[in-house]
C-alpha cells in the first residue's frame, strides 16, 4: 500500500496550487488590458489618409498603417468632415 501524506501538507499544496494559479490568471488579465489600451490609442482609422483596403491600409504611411509605431504619426490629419 502507499503511503499517504498528512491531511494538513495535501491542504497547503492544493492551496498553493490554487494561489499560484489566480495568480497567474490575475497576472495575464493585466497584460491582456495594458495590451488593449495601447491598441485603442491607434489613430489609423480615424485619419484622412485611411482607405480601409487591405491591400493599402495608409496612402502615406503604409509601412506603419495600424500598428503599434502609427500612434505618434506625424502623418495623422482627421478627415475633413471632422475638422468644421
Not at 499517504?4 to 491542504?11: E, G, N, Q
Not at 504611411?61 to 478627415?79: F, L, N, R, V
Amino acid at each position: 500500500m502507499i503511503p499517504v501524506p498528512p491531511a494538513p501538507l495535501l491542504s497547503l499544496c492544493a492551496w498553493t496550487l490554487i494561489l499560484l494559479a489566480s495568480w497567474h490568471l490575475i497576472a495575464f488579465v493585466g497584460s491582456v488590458a495594458r495590451q488593449a489600451r495601447t491598441l485603442h490609442r491607434i489613430p489609423c482609422s480615424h485619419c484622412r489618409f485611411f482607405t480601409g483596403s487591405p491591400y493599402l491600409k495608409c496612402s502615406v504611411q503604409p509601412a506603419i498603417a495600424c500598428s503599434e509605431d502609427a500612434i505618434h504619426c506625424g502623418d495623422y490629419c482627421p478627415p475633413p468632415e471632422s475638422l468644421l
